[in-house]
């Protein structure tokens, strides 16, 4: 079993900046990929950012340049900066941990509300 527990999700201006943490638990292992994913209301829950156990990172076009995701392996935990924010970036943000190898399994966070004012 893997926990996920989100964080740093508010309210910002157009503009502004912010920071999601996420902090994982529990069978911590193999070739993996952790991320963050959104959600807006009315729409598909899509991608962000990623970074695979190896260190690649892959971004959404929408935010490359914006935004970067980072890992602190000691702490077990995934950051995403969010820089420039827009209004469509307002969406529910959520934390995932997908495992490749061994034994294939997939996790998700809460989701933490991530609000964009113009």
Known sequence: QVQLVESGGG??????SLR??????????????M??????PGKERE??????????TNYANSVKG???????NAK??????????????TAVYYCSYQRRLPAPNSYW????QVTVSS
């Open 11 to 16: 309210l910002v201006q157009a503009g502004g």
């Open 109 to 112: 966070g809460q989701g933490t």
């Open 35 to 40: 991320g963050w994913y959104r959600q807006a």
């Open 76 to 89: 077990n935990t995934v950051y995403l900066q969010m820089n420039s924010l827009k209004p469509e970036d």
């Open 47 to 56: 991608l962000v950012a990623t970074v695979t156990s190896a260190g690649s």
């Open 20 to 33: 999601l943490s996420c902090a994982a638990s529990g069978s911590i292992f193999g070739i993996y990929t």
């Open 66 to 72: 914006r935004f970067t995701i980072s890992t602190d």
